[in-house]
């Protein structure tokens, strides 16, 4: 027997809907929660071709009530060469379902919308917060849906995000917190000229050279409880100079921190530039999201506990992994995230069990009911 959430998430799959996304996969979840008494609101933000679509769906429970928030995306990164099938054609193999977004986040979200149609309407009240744009540069995603429900004053008590959170098995790690992520353009000009004639230019690159020896071998911190230690990673070094016989003019770099809540973006941003400017360059920080915990309590607990009544499994709570976009949630209520295995997302031949889809199904049914009783948080 077909389960409700792997025709769900065959009919998401279906929805070309690559970062940033619009139009059809929105219309398909749209269509999906608007017999079931969600009111939905859909508009975009930016400009032209990479504006993005945006989708907040409530159903208003008793006056007073709790508000829980499922929340999440609709886009998917582009597909890749090499699937054994079309990556936007669902395709049913042994106990999985393949297409691009399988795990990544159209099998949760369709999980969320086949959990709330089993939750009476007076139980309280049950948002989603899907944005077009959390695969692309977040810029017009999920802040500005936030924006959206603050001036509706419609925010969540809670929130959970459904990103593949789970390792080995689904059901053994939740997210309670990320940490933060800032990239940063290095630059140091000189004076170009001929090799022959050093003393009529001025190379960069040994500044350049020292000024990222001197930024690896920076220490940022050992890590906290609940935090591994901020990294800062070379990405990128460049000089586009063709000539063997040339001095070149300029030399540029890029480095990429990922770090914990023993700072903030601005504070490394400041620390970097300083560095930059001892050795004569330039340093341009670009913050993608400040570090969040939302700490062990009442909602992790709750998490747990319909984890393991569904899995068996007391899930890891964790803070390791990229960003996503509960580093803006957060600003608006408590956050937790929970999903599927991660293994394949992102990759070609994307897949999900279809059993995991019945079982998330009802693992978010537990979350979002406890979470509306009064006594849940």
């Known amino acids: 027997m077909t389960g409700l959430a792997a025709e769900l998430a065959e009919q998401l799959i279906a929805c070309e809907s690559i970062t940033p996304a619009r139009g059809d996969v929105f219309d398909c979840l749209q269509a999906m929660l608007e017999p079931h008494g969600f009111a939905i609101h859909r508009f975009l933000a930016g400009q032209g071709a990479e504006a993005v679509e945006n989708l907040f769906a409530i ?26 099938g079309e990556p936007f ?47 692309g540069e977040a810029i017009h995603g999920t802040r500005a849906l936030i924006d959206f429900i603050r001036a509706r004053g419609e925010a969540p008590d809670v929130c959970l995000v459904g990103e593949p959170t789970s390792v080995h098995r ?20 000189g004076t170009q000229g001929h090799v022959a004639y050093p003393h009529l230019a001025d190379n960069p690159l040994p500044r350049l050279v020292a000024m990222l020896t001197e930024l690896e071998g920076l220490k940022l911190d050992d890590g906290t409880e609940w935090f591994q230690p901020s990294n800062l990673e070379i990405t990128d070094i460049a000089v586009g100079n063709p000539a063997t016989n040339v001095i070149p003019a300029k030399g540029t770099a890029r480095i990429s921190i990922r770090f914990n809540d023993c700072h903030s973006g601005a504070e490394l941003a400041r620390r970097i530039a300083d560095v930059a400017t001892r050795h004569g360059g330039r340093a341009r920080p670009v913050i993608s999201g400040e570090p969040f915990l939302t700490p062990p309590g009442a909602f992790s607990a709750m998490v747990a506990r319909a984890v393991e009544a569904e899995t068996g499994l007391d ?63």
């Not at 689904?170 to 000009?189: A, C, F, T």
């Open 59 to 84: 159903r208003e429970g008793p006056a007073g009530s709790r508000h829980f928030a499922f929340a999440g995306h609709a886009d998917v990164v582009p597909p890749g060469e090499g699937w054994s």
């Open 89 to 135: 054609t669902p395709r049913r193999h042994g106990d999985l379902l393949y297409g691009r977004g399988a795990v990544d986040m159209k099998g949760a979200v369709a999980a969320m919308a086949a959990a709330v149609r089993d939750i009476p309407a007076d139980a309280g009240t049950l948002s989603f917060i899907i944005t077009g744009d959390e695969e």
């Open 170 to 189: 689904l059901g053994d790690m939740m997210k309670i917190g990320r940490r933060g992520s800032i990239n940063i353009w290095l630059e140091v000009e």
């Open 315 to 377: 899930p890891e709570p964790s803070t390791t992994g990229g960003t996503s976009d509960a580093r803006f949630l957060k600003d608006l209520c408590p956050v937790i995230e929970f999903g599927l295995l991660n293994a394949t997302m992102h990759k070609r031949d994307e897949a999900v069990a279809l059993e995991d889809l019945e079982t998330l199904t009802r693992i978010y049914r537990r979350i979002a009911l406890a979470a509306l009783e009064q006594d849940g948080q």
